[in-house]
């Protein structure tokens, strides 16, 4: 059975996409730590992530590091975390989100603000940050990915 990010993947079921290549994808989570937490999840499905070949654990965090490296100027914060826990999902991916302190890390502190109109505007922020950043040509537009 298809995990449910694979499902997203898809556009079986909906996903507020900020980065699309041929192996990796990251959209925003709709339980959000902080605003503009972003998942980077490969397009094939591997569990664990320590199962990743090593060509595409490269790219699942040379992604991270770019969507963190913008995060910062979009959304503000003193720090980009980086969390990769295993659990919820059994499809590997990374979770990328600005922090202002260590408690940040609590997987169980989520924004109570993260209404579906907010987190259309947090993935338009990030786009455009991605964009502005020059990798543009991996932002896909609102919607389902094509093809």
């Known amino acids: 059975m298809a995990t449910v ?9 909906p996903g507020r996409f900020v980065w699309a290549d041929d192996d990796v994808v990251a959209f ?5 730590i902080s605003h503009g937490h972003a998942l980077v999840v490969p397009r094939a499905e591997v569990d664990p992530w320590t199962a990743l070949d090593p ?3 490269d790219r699942l965090f ?3 590091q770019t969507i963190g490296s913008v995060q910062l100027a979009a959304f503000g914060g ?3 975390g980086l969390v990769v826990a295993g659990y919820g999902v059994p499809h590997a991916h990374v979770h990328v989100y600005p922090t202002t302190t260590i408690h940040d890390f609590d997987q169980t502190r989520l924004l109570r603000d993260a209404t579906p109109e ?3 505007a947090d993935a ?3 786009r455009e940050a991605l964009r502005a950043a020059g990798v543009g040509g991996f932002v896909p537009g609102p919607g389902p990915l094509a093809g």
């Open 5 to 13: 990010f694979t499902r997203i993947i898809s556009g079986e079921f």
């Open 28 to 32: 925003l989570t709709i339980e959000p």
């Open 55 to 57: 060509a595409l654990r």
């Open 62 to 64: 040379e992604v991270a």
């Open 78 to 80: 003193a720090r980009v």
């Open 118 to 120: 907010r987190l259309d």
């Open 124 to 126: 338009e922020l990030l």
